[in-house]
């Protein structure tokens, strides 16, 4: 059973950082795509960072040099370090797994049931 399961959430103030974590099973971890998306509420969801099978990474312009995703592929866990955060940042974040897609596009064949973050001002 396919299980993708999210941590780290919570409130910060702006200028503040945030780890989400998660912890993936039900699947060779390492031979699929990961990524992070997030919606707002009234907002569609959209990607925030991906990282492929090779380590290749790709960031959203209004994340890049502020967030960073990594993967350890021996614990099954995605990674998503959040620094410099902004209100705008407040949302809900979800990571997802796909085995052939792999863009910021959220057609993401699994995905976990979300932590909310919360960035005030």
């Known amino acids: 059973q396919v299980q993708l399961v999210e941590s780290g959430g919570g409130s910060v103030q702006s200028g503040g950082s945030l780890r989400l974590s998660c912890a993936v099973s039900?699947?060779?971890?390492?031979?699929?795509?990961m990524g992070w998306f997030r919606q707002a509420p009234g907002k569609e969801r959209e990607g925030v960072a991906l990282i492929a099978q090779n380590g290749y990474t790709e960031y959203a312009v209004s994340v890049s040099g502020r967030f960073t995703i990594s993967r350890d592929n021996a614990k099954n866990t995605l990674y998503l370090q959040m620094n410099s955060l902004k209100p705008e940042d407040t949302a809900m974040y979800y990571c997802?797994?796909?085995?052939?897609?792999?863009?910021?596009?959220?057609?993401?064949?699994?995905w976990g049931q979300g932590t909310q973050v919360t960035v005030s001002s």
């Open positions: 039900g699947f060779t971890y390492s031979g699929y795509c």
């Open positions: 997802a797994a796909d085995r052939t897609k792999c863009s910021l596009l959220p057609r993401y064949n699994y």
